[in-house]
C-alpha cells in the first residue's frame, strides 16, 4: 500500500512477513484432531484473522476460538502501542502479545447484563419489575413503569445522553445517574429498540448498588474474576496497570452523512474524539459498565465458554444454567434498531444470531454474544459447541476493512458446521432449545 493511499485510508504499517508480529501461545492451544476439527479449518480461520490484519485497519489483533472446550487458536499479531496511523515509521512500538489487556468496549454490556440476572437468580431483583421499584428518583419524566429487561434489551427510551454533556462527566457516575433520572424517555414502552450505547449500563451500575450495597465492580470482582482466575477483566483498569493496556486508534476512512451522524448520535462524537476519550487515563480507571471492561481475547472467551458450559467453568459453578438460558431467550424478533439504524435481535443483554444467516454468521439463530464497538467479536454458538474471541486496536466504521471482517465471521461458521442434537453437549442442547 503506498503512503498517500495508507493516509487516505488511515492505515497502519503493515510487513510483508507477518511472521515477525505474530505470537502463538502453543501450550495452550489443543491439536485440532484431539476434538474432531480439521487442522485446515482451523488454519483456514487464522488466515481470515491475518487478512483482515492486511486490511491496517487494526494495529493489533487478539484471537481465542474454543471448540468443545478446547482453545483452537489463542494468537496475537501487530502491536499494542506505536504502530497507529499517524504514528511515526521509526517510533518506539510495543508488540501485542496474547496477554495484552484490551478495552472490550461495548462487548462489555454482555458480562454486564449477567452479572445482573445472577442478582435476579439470587432473588434480590426481579427482571420484571421497574427500575423504580429499587431507585425511585428514575421515575421522574415518565420512566416510572420501564422496566430493568427493557433496560438490559435496549427497549428503555433512553439510547443516549443530553447532547451537551461534556465528556468528563463519563467518569462521574453520579452526575450521569442524576442526568438519566432526569432524562425523558423516547418511549416508555417496550414497543421499539434503540442501542442504548451508554445509559443502559450506569441504570444497571447504580441499580446493584442499591440492592447490594457494593459497586458493580465489586460485584464482577467476587462473581467472576476471581472465581474464572481472570488476571485483568476489569472495568477500567488498575492504575499500575495503565502502560500495559493497548491503545485505542481511529482507522479507515473519514466518515461523511449519514454514517457521521448515525456514529455522533450513538456515541455522542465522532471516532477521533472516541479513540481520544478511551486513551485518556481517567476514561481507563473508570467504572462505565456498558463500555470500559478491559482483559484479553482470552478471558472474554472463558466468559462465553462459561455460558457455553451452562454456568460453569473448571468444575467450579459460576451461575445456575437457567440463568445462562434466561440470559440468551430472544427478546422480540428481529427489529429496526433506532440507534444503529440496522435490524437487531437481541435478547435482555445479548445481541443474537438468525437464519439463514445473521450477525454470527450463517444458520446462527443460537449463536448469542456481543460487538464492541462493531469490530470487536464475541459470541458461543452452542449450535456449533464454539466459544469466539476477536479483539482488537482499531475503530473503523465503514472502509475497506468490512470484507475481511465478514469473511472471518463466515469463516468460522463454514469451518465449524452445525452439530447435529445428538453430538451438543446436554448444557448445550438445553440452552438452544429455549431460544
Same mark, same amino acid.
Given at each position: 500500500m503506498n503512503e498517500w493511499l495508507r493516509r487516505t485510508l488511515q492505515s497502519s504499517r503493515i510487513p510483508a512477513n507477518l511472521d515477525r508480529v505474530t505470537e502463538i501461545d502453543d501450550e495452550l492451544e489443543t491439536e485440532p484432531a484431539r476434538v474432531g476439527a480439521e487442522p485446515r479449518a482451523v488454519e483456514a480461520v487464522w488466515e481470515r484473522v491475518q487478512a483482515l490484519y492486511r486490511t491496517g485497519t487494526h494495529p493489533g489483533i487478539q484471537i481465542t476460538l474454543r471448540h468443545r472446550g478446547e482453545v483452537l487458536l489463542q494468537r496475537a499479531l501487530g502491536h499494542s502501542q506505536g504502530n497507529g496511523p499517524h504514528d511515526r515509521p521509526d517510533g518506539p512500538k510495543v508488540p501485542m502479545t496474547t496477554e495484552t489487556p484490551v478495552c472490550y468496549f461495548s462487548a462489555s454490556k454482555a458480562v454486564t447484563?449477567?452479572?445482573?440476572?445472577?442478582? %435476579?437468580?439470587?432473588?434480590? =431483583?426481579?427482571?420484571l419489575e421497574p427500575v423504580s421499584y429499587y431507585c425511585p428518583e428514575f421515575a421522574r419524566n415518565g420512566?416510572?413503569?420501564?422496566?430493568?429487561?427493557?433496560?438490559? $434489551? @435496549?427497549?428503555?427510551? =433512553?439510547?443516549?445522553?443530553?447532547?451537551?454533556?461534556?465528556?468528563? %462527566?463519563?467518569?462521574?457516575?453520579?452526575?450521569?445517574?442524576?442526568?438519566?433520572?432526569?432524562a425523558r424517555p423516547i418511549q416508555a414502552d417496550d414497543s421499539k429498540v434503540a442501542y442504548h450505547a451508554i445509559t443502559g449500563g450506569y441504570v444497571l451500575g447504580e441499580l446493584v448498588r442499591r440492592v447490594t450495597g457494593e459497586s458493580i465492580d465489586?460485584?464482577?470482582?467476587r462473581r467472576l474474576r476471581q472465581p474464572m482466575e481472570m488476571r485483568y477483566f476489569t472495568y477500567g483498569i488498575n492504575h499500575d496497570q495503565l502502560l500495559d493496556l493497548a491503545?485505542?486508534?481511529?482507522?479507515?476512512?473519514?466518515?461523511?452523512?449519514?454514517? $457521521? /451522524?448515525?456514529?455522533?448520535?450513538?456515541?455522542?462524537?465522532?471516532?477521533?474524539?472516541?479513540?481520544?476519550?478511551?486513551?485518556d487515563p481517567r476514561f481507563q480507571e473508570a467504572v462505565i459498565p456498558?463500555?470500559?471492561?478491559?482483559?484479553?481475547?482470552?478471558e472474554m472467551g472463558r466468559f462465553f465458554q462459561m455460558m457455553l458450559n451452562g454456568g460453569t467453568w473448571?468444575?467450579?459453578? =459460576?451461575?445456575?444454567?437457567?440463568?445462562?438460558?434466561? %440470559?440468551?431467550?430472544? $427478546?422480540?424478533?428481529?427489529?429496526?434498531?433506532?440507534?444503529?439504524?440496522?435490524?437487531?435481535?437481541?435478547?435482555?443483554?445479548?445481541?443474537?444470531?438468525?437464519?439463514?444467516?445473521?450477525?454470527?454468521?450463517?444458520?446462527? $439463530?443460537?449463536?448469542?454474544? @456481543?460487538?464492541?464497538? =462493531?469490530?470487536? /467479536?464475541?459470541? %458461543?454458538?452452542p449450535a456449533r459447541d464454539i466459544s469466539v474471541s476477536l479483539i482488537n486496536t482499531g475503530i473503523p466504521i465503514v472502509g475497506h476493512h468490512l470484507p475481511a471482517l465478514a469473511g472471518f465471521v463466515h469463516q468460522v461458521c463454514r469451518s465449524f458446521p452445525v452439530l447435529s442434537e445428538t453430538q451438543r453437549p446436554l448444557g448445550n442442547r438445553q440452552a438452544a432449545s429455549v431460544i
Open positions: 447484563a449477567l452479572l445482573i440476572h445472577i442478582l %435476579a437468580e439470587d432473588g434480590l =431483583i426481579n427482571l420512566k416510572k413503569h420501564i422496566t430493568i429487561h427493557q433496560i438490559l $434489551s @435496549h427497549r428503555g427510551g =433512553i439510547p443516549g445522553l443530553p447532547s451537551d454533556t461534556p465528556i468528563e %462527566a463519563l467518569w462521574d457516575e453520579q452526575r450521569i445517574w442524576n442526568l438519566l433520572c432526569d465489586t460485584l464482577l470482582d491503545w485505542n486508534y481511529a482507522t479507515g476512512p473519514k466518515l461523511v452523512f449519514p454514517m $457521521s /451522524w448515525i456514529v455522533r448520535r450513538a456515541l455522542g462524537g465522532d471516532i477521533d474524539t472516541v479513540a481520544e476519550v478511551s486513551n456498558a463500555g470500559n471492561l478491559c482483559g484479553t481475547s482470552e473448571n468444575g467450579r459453578r =459460576i451461575c445456575a444454567e437457567s440463568t445462562v438460558v434466561g %440470559a440468551i431467550q430472544a $427478546s422480540g424478533s428481529m427489529q429496526l434498531d433506532r440507534t444503529m439504524m440496522v435490524p437487531m435481535r437481541f435478547s435482555a443483554g445479548f445481541m443474537l444470531g438468525a437464519d439463514p444467516v445473521g450477525l454470527w454468521g450463517q444458520h446462527s $439463530s443460537e449463536a448469542f454474544g @456481543h460487538v464492541g464497538l =462493531i469490530n470487536k /467479536w464475541c459470541w %458461543a454458538d
